[in-house]
C-alpha cells in the first residue's frame, strides 16, 4: 500500500503566511489601524473633545516651519548623537569586562544592572533631587563641582538630561555586549596569545570584529530609542528651563495635551514614526546586518 507524501508544509502545520497570520493581525490592529488614525488627524483641527475638521497641510506646514518644532527636532538629533557616543563605548568596555568568568566580576555585574530594575519615572525623581542645588548631593557634599543649578541652566540642563538617560540605558547594553563576548571562542584567544598579541591586540583585531553584530544591534536600538525619551525627560525638567530640554517626543505631548492642539501633534508624531524608520532601515543598510553571516566561519 503506497502513502502519499505529505507536503512540508502541511506537516509543520500549515503555510508560512497561515502560521503568521495571528501576529500579522495583531500588528495591524494595535499599530497599522492606529498610526493611519493619527496620519488621518494629522490633516485636521481637534482640540481632543469635538469633531476634527479638515485642514489640508496646514499642519505639516507648521511642523516644518515652526521655530519650537525645529528647535526640539534639532535637540533631538543632538541627544542621539550624544547618547551613543558616550553609551556605545562605556557599554562595550563594561560588557566585555563583565563578560570574564571572575566572581568579582560577577558580583560588579550585579550592581551595574541595577538601574534596570527601576522604573524610568523612579529614576527621574531621584535624580531630580539629587541634582537640587539646595538639598542634592552636591549641597550635602559641599562640592562645588556638584553644587550647581544642573537642572535650572539652559547651558547645564540637556547635559544633565544626556547624563541621566546613560546612568539609566548603559546597564541594558552592557548586557547585550556581555552576552555577545560571551560567545566568542576562547580558541581565538589563545591563539592570539601564542602569536604574542597582548590584550590591547586581542581586544582591537578579536573582540571587536566578533562584536560588529552586536554593535549594530546595540546602536539601532539606542538611536532608534533617543526618539522615544519622554517620561524621563517630562519628570526631570518638563522641558525647561524655557526650551532647553524640549525634545521632540515632549514637544508633542506639549502640543497636543497642553495646547490642545492635536492635529499639529499628530504631525510632530508622524514625523517621529518615520525618522525612527528611516534610521533602522540606514543602519541596516550600511552596515550590512541584513547580509549577516556567521562571523565564525572557516573555523
Avoid: C
Avoid at 502519499?4 to 502560521?19: H, L, N
Avoid at 475638521?53 to 550624544?82: F, I, Q
Avoid at 527601576?118 to 527621574?124: D, F, V
Amino acid at each position: 500500500m503506497s502513502t502519499a507524501k505529505t507536503p512540508a508544509a502541511t506537516r509543520q502545520g500549515g503555510p508560512p503566511f497561515v502560521m503568521a497570520l495571528p501576529a500579522l493581525l495583531l500588528f495591524a490592529l494595535f499599530a497599522l489601524v492606529p498610526m493611519a488614525i493619527v496620519v488621518y488627524l494629522s490633516f485636521t483641527q481637534w482640540d481632543g473633545l469635538g469633531s476634527p475638521a479638515w485642514a489640508g497641510t496646514d499642519n505639516w506646514r507648521e511642523a516644518l516651519t515652526s521655530p519650537v518644532t525645529r528647535h526640539a527636532l534639532w535637540l533631538t538629533v543632538k541627544l542621539m548623537v550624544l547618547s551613543w557616543v558616550v553609551q556605545t563605548p562605556l557599554s562595550l568596555l563594561l560588557g566585555v569586562f563583565v563578560a570574564g568568568r571572575q566572581r568579582y566580576r560577577a558580583l560588579l555585574a550585579v550592581f551595574y544592572f541595577v538601574p534596570l530594575l527601576i522604573s524610568t519615572a523612579a529614576i527621574a525623581v531621584i535624580f531630580k533631587n539629587l541634582l537640587d542645588p539646595n538639598f542634592g548631593l552636591g549641597a550635602a557634599l559641599n562640592l562645588p563641582l556638584l553644587n550647581q543649578n544642573w537642572l535650572g541652566d539652559p547651558q547645564l540642563a540637556f547635559y544633565a538630561v544626556v547624563f541621566v538617560i546613560a546612568w539609566q540605558f548603559v546597564p541594558f547594553h552592557t548586557l547585550l555586549y556581555q552576552a555577545g563576548a560571551r560567545q566568542i571562542p576562547a580558541s581565538l584567544y589563545e591563539a592570539a596569545s601564542i602569536d604574542g598579541a597582548g590584550r590591547l591586540a586581542q581586544f582591537w583585531h578579536i573582540t571587536l570584529p566578533q562584536l560588529r553584530y552586536t554593535v549594530v544591534t546595540s546602536s539601532t536600538l539606542m538611536v532608534v530609542g533617543s526618539l522615544t525619551y519622554f517620561d524621563l525627560v517630562f519628570v526631570l525638567t518638563g522641558g525647561g528651563p524655557g526650551y532647553a530640554t524640549r525634545i521632540l517626543p515632549l514637544d508633542m505631548y506639549i502640543t497636543g495635551f497642553q495646547s490642545n492642539e492635536m492635529g499639529l501633534a499628530s504631525a510632530i508624531s508622524v514625523v517621529l514614526v518615520v525618522a525612527g524608520l528611516l534610521l533602522s532601515l540606514a543602519l541596516l543598510r550600511f552596515s550590512g546586518f541584513n547580509r549577516m553571516r556567521s562571523q565564525q566561519a572557516g573555523m
